[in-house]
């Protein structure tokens, strides 16, 4: 269906873009605002689109677990992330890690072949009158939209805080006090392993500990604890570092055949292999404190690092008072929330919402009423939680097993019932794509 009706877009992250892609390919045309360069935020570092901020990697895609179904209902849905990802790529075992520039590079170049997507370098401080008009302007969100915004729906916004994981350069990581290895063995061996003694994990443990952090008041209440700052794990008890992001389960030592007492996983960055991220340690220690305590890790003793760890605030609006499982806002009729503003919490979440406002922004355009997912599907499941649950005390979510609904029969077996899920959702997913004629298989980016 042709039309001259332009859809607005606040926002080139990853849910910004996945909405335009949808749009594009229904002919619509669309224009994204986005602020970077103009106004960057503490943790961008360019004004590409689809900048990842945090990790490098939007997990697993075992098509048994609740992100690997994501990824799944995604890519039939002709998502312009996953093809990007899939194609940007680094080795990361079972996850799916990429190179965050060529990811950038190859979304950007396949929303401009389009022809009908343009982008304007300005920071928007209201929502525009114009509709369909699709807030994704992140966790991030200046204030004075983010003000504008709760004005608008009648609710004040909430925010976490958040931080990001140093990366160092391969080149001076100590590769004879580390070694190549994958968990319990699965996949091939991709990552770098820092094991460290008792003793060593004591003194680092200290260290850690007794460092000095970037403080504000709020942060001692406002943590996600999705994405606890490393020193803020080590806080509750001796082990939960090792039950945590330096547990040495399944990672055994082929140098003695036996497991660490801790150890330190390293993530490739890039798709050179040059660069590489503390998988977990986000952290809020201020700079210099960072270099001195993660250099007390034996093959990092000597590490020149990249980027270093930041603290930063994450807005997001409360939308089980506001929003519809169709992404639209309640008494905003026209403008949708999608992306990690909208409560949803996670990389490939907030691209599957930006999806499903793309969409339904389509869908607005030409007449037809919104569609809602089923609820036995991954991205049902997650806006039914998020625009469902309780307002009173609500917080980001990110997609998981726990957010489908039960099966009929109970099934003990974890694998086993995770399978079942996971049947489940396809076959309704299927079901639903069909008799919507949602099948993405003609979104193919061109680069």
């Given amino acids: 269906m042709e039309t001259n009706k332009e859809a607005v877009i606040i926002g080139g992250g990853l849910a910004g873009c996945e909405a335009a892609w949808q749009l594009a390919a229904e002919n619509i045309k669309v224009k994204i605002f986005e602020?970077?360069?103009?106004s960057m935020t503490p943790v961008h570092k360019s004004g590409a689109l689809a900048e990842l901020v945090c990790s490098n990697s939007l997990k697993s895609s075992n098509p048994y677990c609740a992100n690997g179904i994501?990824?799944?209902?995604?890519r039939r849905l002709g998502s312009v992330i996953m093809q990007a990802a899939d194609i940007a790529r680094v080795p990361a075992g079972q996850a799916l890690a990429v190179d965050r520039e060529e990811l950038s590079r190859l979304v950007e170049t396949a929303l401009a072949n389009t022809g009908l997507v343009t982008v304007e370098r300005k920071e928007i401080e209201e929502i525009p009158s114009e509709r369909p008009c699709i807030i994704a302007s992140g966790p991030m969100t200046s204030y004075a939209l983010a003000k504008n915004l709760s004005e608008q729906i009648g609710t004040e916004y909430l925010y976490?805080?958040?931080?990001?994981?140093?990366?160092?350069?391969?080149?001076?990581?100590?590769?004879?006090?580390?070694?190549?290895?994958?968990?319990?063995?699965?996949g091939d061996a991709e990552y770098i392993n820092c094991p460290l003694s008792k003793e060593e994990y004591d003194i680092f443990l200290h260290a850690l500990l007794s460092a000095e952090k970037v403080v504000e008041k709020e942060y001692e209440q406002k943590f996600f604890e999705g994405c606890l700052p490393v020193e803020e794990i080590?806080?509750?008890?001796?082990?939960t570092l090792r039950y945590?992001?330096?547990k040495p389960v399944g990672l055994t030592d082929p140098r003695t055949g036996k497991e660490p007492y801790a150890v330190i996983q390293l993530r490739q960055e890039n798709k050179e292999g040059s660069m590489y991220n503390l998988v977990g340690f986000q952290t809020r220690l201020k700079w210099n404190d960072q270099k001195r305590v993660f250099r007390l890790i034996p093959a990092l003793k000597?590490?020149?690092?990249?980027?270093?760890?930041?603290?930063?605030?994450?807005?997001?609006?409360?939308?089980?008072?506001?929003?519809?499982?169709?992404?639209?806002?309640?008494?905003?009729?026209?403008?949708?929330?999608?992306?990690?503003?909208?409560?949803?919490?996670?990389?490939?979440?907030?691209?599957?919402?930006?999806?499903l406002c793309g969409i339904n922004a389509a869908r607005k355009i030409k007449g037809q009423k919104p569609l809602i997912f089923p609820k036995e599907t991954a991205i049902g499941s997650l806006m039914r939680y998020i625009t469902s649950g309780s307002s009173e005390n609500f917080q980001p979510m990110n997609i998981n097993m726990g957010l489908f609904p039960p099966l009929e029969k109970k099934i003990s077996n974890k694998q086993e019932r995770y399978a079942a899920?996971?049947?489940?959702?396809?076959?309704?997913?299927?079901?639903?794509?069909?008799?919507n004629d949602l099948d993405g298989g003609d979104k193919r980016i061109q680069i």
Avoid: C
């Fill in 234 to 239: 080590a806080s509750r008890g001796y082990d």
């Fill in 244 to 246: 945590g992001p330096m």
């Fill in 35 to 38: 602020m970077r360069p103009i």
């Fill in 160 to 186: 976490f805080y958040d931080a990001v994981a140093p990366i160092v350069s391969l080149d001076t990581i100590d590769l004879e006090l580390s070694y190549k290895g994958s968990r319990y063995g699965k």
């Fill in 302 to 355: 000597n590490a020149e690092f990249l980027r270093l760890g930041v603290m930063h605030r994450n807005i997001f609006i409360n939308a089980p008072a506001v929003m519809t499982p169709s992404g639209e806002i309640s008494h905003l009729e026209g403008a949708f929330l999608a992306g990690q503003i909208s409560g949803v919490e996670g990389y490939v979440e907030s691209a599957a919402s930006g999806i």
């Fill in 70 to 74: 994501l990824h799944n209902e995604m």
């Fill in 421 to 435: 899920i996971a049947k489940k959702a396809l076959v309704a997913f299927e079901e639903f794509i069909k008799d």
